[in-house]
């Protein structure tokens, strides 16, 4: 099944129709970021991306249809629940992992004649197993004080936690191939994932058995489950006892990224549980409802765009690439802002009777997703700026995080779903302008022209 699913993906089967349109999209979207026809080192760059990235984007749009479905089937109060449960499992377990594993891109990324990526997968191993160690049985012991502190039942808090480790090895597992340069196996861990999910929740949805929240759980676990068989014969490959000087590397530039992606996912996570705090998970269901119709497609999109980016970033002065950025994201608001209030009237038909819709939730989810993705983009982009990009980017993040203790406690008692989003836009907002102001110092510093 493996070798099927990397030959579907592989970039060499592509037909030459299919190669020839994704050529002409990869070379509107460079000549719309940068105003200039793309180089033929830039187009080749891009194409070939695009044609891995369209695959990928099937499978995020067949999760966003599941995750719709889900809600379907389980209600505004389950839908709430079960929006609590990956919250809690991104933010507790989550870093742990995607720390390391960025952490082993890095290294195995850069030529070492002394070391194999075996070596340093091996390391980044021994970390999370070290971190998930220690960590993992304090959240289990303390089950009943962190969910009374966050107002929910220990089942919850408890599959919360079962959920971060299977989450993060999913991501890990991403990250193994991304080090490797192996999309066609990034690709099918993707496939895998969406697609087990996809066939799950139909099974549930078509069978006509009620509400049952368990079976569900089920379904989303054994899902992530499947995303990660792919990796599995890459780690036992590389297990082996790591020196303690290398372990110590790796933390020390793993536990950098640890502060990062806690605050960025503390953010980003932190609305939910606020939300259930102050309203209960009825309230989450519904907000998640708009959160999943909204800024989950677009959130699918600014993955794929940060990535076709990437490679770009090197080719202009950063100066160039920033104005760039921000005309394209001023040209592209606009219209993306109506693909939101579009395809969120429409995913709410496919949520059912048990979600209502108004005007008014999805006009401030989408507000919040333009203003999320705007930040997202320059983040991505100020990453490429060394390291005190990165403490400029945990400050913004802690403003975000301050912004929504300050404002969601008063805006959900008041306006419910509609309080929650105009919170998370103010935050974005906010956050966005730190980023924005900070490039531009970086900038300034560097000492950088013009150069067009």
């Known amino acids: 099944m493996n070798g099927v699913i990397r030959k579907y993906l592989s970039l060499s089967n592509s037909p030459m129709h299919e190669i020839k349109l994704l050529s002409q999209a990869s070379d509107f979207g460079y ?39 889900a809600g379907n089937f389980l209600g505004a109060s389950y839908y709430g629940d079960l929006a609590i449960v990956l919250a809690i499992g991104n933010f507790w377990c989550l870093p742990f992992f995607t720390c390391w594993g960025l952490a082993y891109v890095k290294f195995a990324s850069e030529k070492n004649s002394e070391k ?6 091996n390391e980044a191993l021994a970390m999370i197993i070290a971190t998930i160690s220690l960590i993992l049985p304090c959240l289990f012991i303390f089950s009943k004080a962190f969910a009374t502190m966050i107002n929910v039942s220990p089942d919850i808090w408890v599959w919360g936690c079962v959920f971060g480790v299977l989450m993060g090895g999913y991501y890990f597992s991403k990250n193994v191939f991304q080090a490797s340069q192996e999309w066609s196996s990034y690709a099918a861990c993707e496939v895998l994932f969406a697609s087990s999910l996809t066939l799950g929740v139909l099974v549930l949805f078509l069978a006509h058995t009620g509400i049952q929240f368990g079976p569900m759980l089920g379904v989303f676990a054994l899902a992530h489950v499947a995303g990660i068989l792919l990796v599995f014969p ?7 006892l790591p020196k303690l000087k290398d372990l110590l590397k790796m933390a020390a530039y793993g536990s950098g990224l640890l502060i990062s992606f806690g605050l960025s996912l503390l953010a980003m996570q932190m609305d939910k549980l606020l939300i259930n705090y102050y309203a209960g998970s009825g309230v989450v269901g519904q907000y998640h409802a708009y959160y999943v119709s909204t800024f989950g497609l677009l959130s699918s999109f600014s993955i794929i765009l940060n ?47 048990s979600f209502s819709f ?16 705007w930040l ?56 966005f302008c730190i980023v924005l102001t900070t490039i531009s110092f970086l900038l300034k510093e560097k000492g950088e022209q013009n150069e067009i």
């Open 116 to 121: 194999t990526s075996d070596d340093y997968l």
């Open 234 to 240: 890459v780690l036992l490959r590389s297990l082996r």
């Open 31 to 69: 000549k719309l970021i940068t105003g200039r026809s793309p180089t033929s080192t830039s187009a080749r760059i891009s194409s070939s991306f695009l044609t891995l990235a369209y695959k990928i984007a099937f499978a995020k749009i067949l999760v966003t249809i599941s995750t719709i479905l």
């Open 307 to 353: 990535n076709y980016l990437l490679p770009l970033y090197g080719k202009h002065s950063k100066k160039t690439v920033k104005k760039a950025l921000m005309r394209f994201l001023l040209t592209a608001s606009l219209p993306l802002w109506v693909c939101c209030l579009f395809f969120g009237r429409l995913a709410f038909i496919l949520f059912g009777k």
């Open 376 to 431: 997202q983009v320059m983040v991505f982009f100020s990453m490429t700026l060394g390291k005190k990009a990165l403490f400029f980017n945990a400050v913004a993040y802690i403003a975000f995080i301050a912004v929504q203790l300050i404002t969601m406690p008063f805006l959900i008692p008041l306006h419910g779903v509609t309080g929650a989003f105009q919170g998370m836009a103010a935050a974005s907002t906010l956050g």
């Open 358 to 373: 108004s005007w008014i939730e999805i006009i401030w989810a989408s507000i919040f997703t333009i203003t999320i993705f």
